[in-house]
């Protein structure tokens, strides 16, 4: 997306209308759809965040993983796209933009998406090592812990935008878009893998269990907790395929 607005914005700074012309059913498809995309976003997360607060069943590192999220997408919905929809009602009207209010829009835009974006990778590792690390989890994945890395995630994230004023080579720009949106694709992917993975092995270890009296119980035990962590990873798993989509 942000690639798309600094090609319209250039468009719209050299005077070249007729390029922007062309587009003009594109954009004002555009502005419709992130106008709706906008209110929900913000409207559905804002509940979000309240529920979160509210359930005291979720582990504390991943109710801090799931507001931070929350918080980046609510940062999507009230300034991004809004000042996304601002740039191509000034690229119809065929408005010149400056500069800095083109490097500030991409800014803001490239903030709040990378914070997401590495706020899901995040919950993916958190479930990961849920289910990985069993009953150490509690001991290493620490509340303090999460926050460090919470804080992290949007200091990496504002260097990342602010690259935008201080890198004269938009190419190379885009192309570190590329390599971090593609490397957490990845990364996304190899972890519910192996998530998977555990998660089938825990599931035949259980299974595989004698069925006696004193075994039973703890059959039931790893039982209940491994269907607590399988419900877990699904819903984090659910949660990632619609911030993808």
Known sequence: MAENVSDILNESLSGNS?????????????CVLN????????????????????TALLPKPLRT??????????????????LYISSLVCSLKR????????????????????SSLFSVVTISLDRFLAVHLHLRYQELVTHKRVLAAVISIWLLSA??????????????????????????LILVVIVYWRIYIVLKRHKN????????????????GDLSNFLKLRKSA????????????
Not at 234 to 245: A, D, R
């Open 65 to 82: 993983l799931l507001l931070s999220l929350a918080a980046s997408d609510v940062g999507v919905g009230l300034l991004a796209q809004p």
């Open 35 to 54: 106008s709706f995309l906008s209110y929900t976003t913000i409207i559905l997360n804002i509940v979000t965040i309240h529920a979160i607060r509210k």
């Open 95 to 114: 408005k010149r933009i400056d500069c800095i209010s083109n490097e500030g829009l991409l800014a803001v835009i490239i903030l709040f998406c990378t």
């Open 159 to 184: 260097i990342i935008s602010s690259s935008v004023f201080w890198n004269p080579l938009r190419v190379s720009l885009r192309v570190i878009e590329l390599v971090v949106v593609t490397v957490c």
């Open 234 to 245: 699904l819903g984090t798993f659910y949660v990632c395929i619609l911030f993808f989509i």
């Open 18 to 30: 007729a390029n922007v012309k062309d587009f003009r059913p594109v954009l004002v498809a555009n």
């Open 205 to 220: 270890q259980i299974q595989s269990l004698q069925i006696q009296e004193v075994q039973q119980s703890v059959q039931n």
